[in-house]
């Protein structure tokens, strides 16, 4: 993200904290409500949104040749995602934790481990080793087609992304009568959304006051707050288009204080996704005998404590291993294997009609 990206730092840190506080509501009242399940499904919605806005510019950035954007893009996410994802699915593997705070304690099968160290539970079915994993999948999925939409749009209007956005939600109806494995395609419309932001967002200058931006988020909530448990993708989509207009908008938030809690919740927010379930259990459930005032501390401790650790320890490394990986020289590399390889193929396939002639 831009420095200056405060709007969407105010968006990402208002959806972990949908997430988690869904979860939090459920472990006080001991279970599963409408609202809070809402509440936890409309912030992976807004995380879809955000992602989409902020990979295009990613890759905007970048502007290397097409094949060396692609590499870079693939190898900074895997190394953005997957080494803190499955840090913590071995570390609910071997401390034996369950996937939700209100879930029972159970042994899991192979299949499930690998299926999540690999978010790749959507092809598999397998039940993830934490609930928070279901959206990483399909996330990792629309990785693999994001270089491509950059692409296709990067010099077209904002007409061209809505149109895209448009098309997709004939494919997305169509999706689960093909395959439940295509779940990406279900939430293309959502992702497209962001991808309309970008382009919205790179042909005008926001207008409106910063100061609406946060009534925006909570006007445009009904559209899919009021949806049922059931059949309720139309409202996914409606609600993701409608942040995604709206993200272009708004001027910078300038308040101080704001921006700086923001920013700070949104810096690990990747590690409060993964974690705070563990933490939920760990301080109201295994620790159900000790005091109310000594759990509330406890979770504060590893709510807090645990994504800033696994950040600097993990998460941030790892992002810096990616970005020097796709350095100038490791880019040229890559380009020289895949045409070594190229040509490679063409004198074996060149040599072989020669043999046939």
């Known amino acids: 993200m ?15 904290l949908c997430v988690a506080g869904s979860h939090l509501m459920d472990v006080q009242l001991g279970e599963h409500t409408s609202f809070s399940w809402h509440l936890g499904q409309m912030g992976v919605l807004a995380f879809f949104v955000h992602t989409s806005l902020v990979l295009m510019r990613s890759l905007e950035r970048m502007r290397p040749t097409a094949h060396g954007m692609v590499t870079s893009f693939y190898i900074r996410r895997f190394f953005r995602i997957y080494p803190l994802s499955m840090l913590c699915v071995l570390a609910i593997y071997w401390l034996h934790l369950p996937p939700h705070p209100l879930s029972a304690v159970r042994p899991w099968t192979g299949v499930e481990l690998i299926s999540s160290l690999g978010l790749i539970q959507n092809l598999t079915y397998a039940a993830p080793l934490a609930s928070v994993l279901w959206s990483l999948p399909i996330e990792v999925d629309m990785y693999v087609l994001l270089p491509f939409f950059y692409l296709l749009l990067r010099r077209r209007s904002p007409w061209a992304a809505l149109a895209c956005w448009a098309a997709s939600v004939p494919a997305a109806l169509a999706q689960p009568q093909v395959s439940g494995r295509l779940d ?9 959304a ?22 925006t988020m909570l006007a445009v909530s009904p559209l899919w707050m ?20 709206a993200i272009p908008c708004f001027k910078e938030i300038a308040s101080k204080p704001v ?4 920013k700070l919740i949104a810096r690990y927010s990747y590690g409060i996704y993964l974690t705070h379930c563990s933490a939920m259990w760990i301080a109201f459930r295994a620790c159900a005998r000790v005091p109310a005032l000594l759990q509330w501390m406890l979770f504060a401790i590893l709510a807090a404590g645990a994504p800033v650790l696994l950040y600097h320890a993990v998460e941030n490394p790892m992002i810096r291993v990616g970005s020097s990986l796709t350095a100038i020289r490791w880019r040229r590399l890559l380009t020289f294997v895949s045409s070594a390889a190229f040509h490679s193929s063409a004198t074996r396939k060149a040599d072989a009609s020669n043999e046939l002639t």
């Open 259 to 262: 921006n700086t809690a923001s």
């Open 226 to 245: 009021a949806s049922s448990r059931q059949d309720n993708m139309f409202y996914r989509w409606a609600f993701c288009l409608a942040l995604g207009l």
């Open 194 to 215: 962001g991808i309309s932001a970008w382009r919205l967002s790179a042909r005008y200058r926001p207008r409106l006051a910063a100061a609406w931006w946060p009534v």
């Open 184 to 192: 990406v395609i279900g939430y293309a419309p959502c992702f497209l």
């Open 2 to 16: 831009r420095n200056n990206d405060s709007n969407l730092d105010f968006l990402r840190a208002c959806a972990v």
